[in-house]
């Protein structure tokens, strides 16, 4: 079974700090692969997504950036955190197999202080 | 684009009553719909699905149904429980390889 692992789990960081969350699939093989960002009480916002190794898609412009150096591997980046990055950060895949279904990882909570 | 608009945003109900969310989506080339509960603190968790070739589709106590003509889809809880509480995003997506796109989100609160 396909199984999906975020790190780290919740994360404090001063304003000006780099960034880096891992996120990464077992168990299937070109997935499709998303981060998005959840602020409190709020929607989910979708941040990057990936089709494939070395290829990204940004639908929000900010100072984070994404990138898929494996297959099953997906790393959120920023080199200077501000204030309004805070938030919950949910990596996700999607298996061509299973047409749209798509399957949430349990996500990094981030406090920018 | 499309767009997805989710109501009622809260919504409290007494234990045993019936639970209705309902989405409305604007591109009528949305053929993929799947609703998410996601408990305080937790990530979302798929709860039900549907496609576009279908009218219904039941799961013990919850129900998604689907009207494409006038492009909304609702989900259907029937007597409810206190572990129903929860944030259930609905979403919309097209093709086998479109993006989900979610609505806000709404927080059910069930009263013991």
């Known amino acids: 079974s396909q199984t999906i692992h975020q790190w780290p789990a919740t994360l404090v960081q001063p304003v000006g700090s780099p960034l880096s969350l891992e996120c990464t699939v077992e168990?299937?093989?070109?997935?499709?692969l998303y981060w998005y960002r959840q602020a409190a009480g709020r929607g989910l916002q979708l941040l990057f997504y990936?089709?494939?190794?070395?290829?990204i898609s940004s639908e929000v412009p900010q100072n984070l950036s994404a990138s898929r150096p494996q297959d099953r591997q997906f790393i959120l980046s920023s080199k200077k955190l501000l204030l309004s990055d805070s938030g919950f950060y949910l990596c996700?895949?999607?298996?061509?197999?299973?047409?749209?279904?798509?399957?949430f990882g349990p996500g990094t909570r981030l406090t920018v202080l | 684009g499309e767009n997805v608009e989710q109501h009622p945003s809260t919504l409290s109900v007494q234990e045993g009553d019936s639970a209705v969310i309902k989405c409305t989506y604007s591109?009528?080339?949305?053929?993929?719909f799947p609703w998410y509960k996601q408990e305080l603190g937790k990530r979302p968790q798929l709860i039900i699905d549907?496609?576009?070739?279908?009218g219904e589709k039941k799961d013990q106590r919850i129900a998604v149904t689907l009207n494409k003509t006038a492009k909304h889809f609702s989900l259907h809880i029937t007597e409810t429980q206190p572990e129903d509480s929860a944030v259930y995003f609905c979403?919309?997506?097209?093709?086998?390889?479109?993006?989900?796109?979610f609505g806000k989100g709404t927080k059910l609160s069930v009263k013991p």
């Open positions: 549907i496609r576009s070739n279908v």
């Open positions: 168990g299937t093989s070109n997935p499709n």
């Open positions: 990936s089709v494939g190794i070395g290829q």
């Open positions: 979403a919309a997506s097209k093709g086998s390889q479109g993006n989900l796109i």
């Open positions: 996700a895949w999607r298996g061509d197999y299973n047409y749209n279904e798509q399957f």
């Open positions: 591109d009528s080339a949305s053929n993929y």
